[in-house]
């Protein structure tokens, strides 16, 4: 017997949690709440474990990644990865989720998640001057449409590890990749119109998601 509790939780949408410390938060809010998701801004441990899934969106890598670890969040996260939660990384976020980063980091380093096996490079594409869009193609996610991407000080992904997909390619360049319940974007589809991305991302959490096909 389904109680009136459980068939309201399999009715609602998916909570989607966006990293609210820096970078396109309200873009990414949009972006979920137009492909069917509930989407909320989230700061600390408790609110990340609240969330069915989370994005990392972009900004400064390294700004974020400290604020992170300050204040706890970076284990949430990773507890939420250990849980099968999907995990979605949009430019600096791909790089918060890179077990390594091969060019492009700050003197010192910078600290990441390590829940992507990838390594990227930072900026690989330019400064904020050299910022441009183009078309993607990413059948997989998209269908026979490609996607635009908005690249801005992107990076990409230099080297995948053999458990790693590669979803897209720019000039012959790794930028978007899905390890298990982790996807990662060089580019900001957030900063379009188009959703797709955004409804495969929520396909992630189950069958019967936006974007899921049968």
Known sequence: MVTNNSAEQQRRRPRVGVLAMQGAV??????????????????????????????LPG?????????????????????????????????AGMILLARDIVSGAERGG???????????????????????????????VAGGEPVRGVFIRAPYVAEAGPGVDVLARYDDHIVLVRQDNVLASAFHPELTDDDRVHRYFLGMLNRDAPGTED
């Open 26 to 55: 309200e873009a990414h809010v949009k972006a979920v709440e137009a492909a069917g998701g509930e989407a909320v801004p989230v700061r600390t441990p408790e609110q990340v474990a609240a969330c069915d899934a989370l994005i």
């Open 59 to 91: 900004g400064e890598s390294t700004t974020i990644g400290k604020l992170m670890a300050r204040y706890g969040v970076d284990a949430a996260v990773r507890d939420a990865h250990a849980a099968g939660k999907p995990i979605y990384g949009t430019c």
């Open 110 to 140: 910078q600290p990441t998640l390590g829940l992507l096996d990838v390594a990227v490079a930072r900026n690989a594409f330019g400064r904020q001057v050299d910022s441009f869009e183009t078309d993607i193609d990413a059948p997989e």
